[in-house]
């Protein structure tokens, strides 16, 4: 693009972030849980255009991280919390 990595950035909205971990799970099931796959899309959904979702396993630790992004904090507090007992019921 001929455009700096700083001038690139310039252009990005950062939000706040939440990461909660959830240990003592199968995070094995991440992909393969339809209950998991629902509650992401509806957090999607609430969230709409303004924050993102991820749910990924760990790669060393027998748990679960839930990263959210939204437009303010308790957003993504709430949210990030509501997927995490998701996670606890459907793979604990």
Not at 60 to 71: C, D, N
Request: hydrophobic share 45%; proline share 5%.
């Amino acid at each position: 693009t001929g455009r700096s990595l700083a001038d690139l950035a310039s252009v990005v909205t950062r939000l706040p972030q939440v990461l909660v971990n959830v240990p003592d799970v199968d995070r094995t099931r991440v992909a393969s849980a339809p209950e998991l796959r629902t509650a992401v899309e509806e957090a999607e959904h609430a969230l709409g255009t303004t924050g993102r979702v991820l749910l990924r396993p760990s790669g060393t630790e027998p748990l679960v991280r839930v990263m959210v992004e939204a437009a303010d904090i308790e957003q993504a507090r709430s949210v990030a919390s509501g997927l995490a007992d998701v996670v606890k019921s459907t793979l604990g």
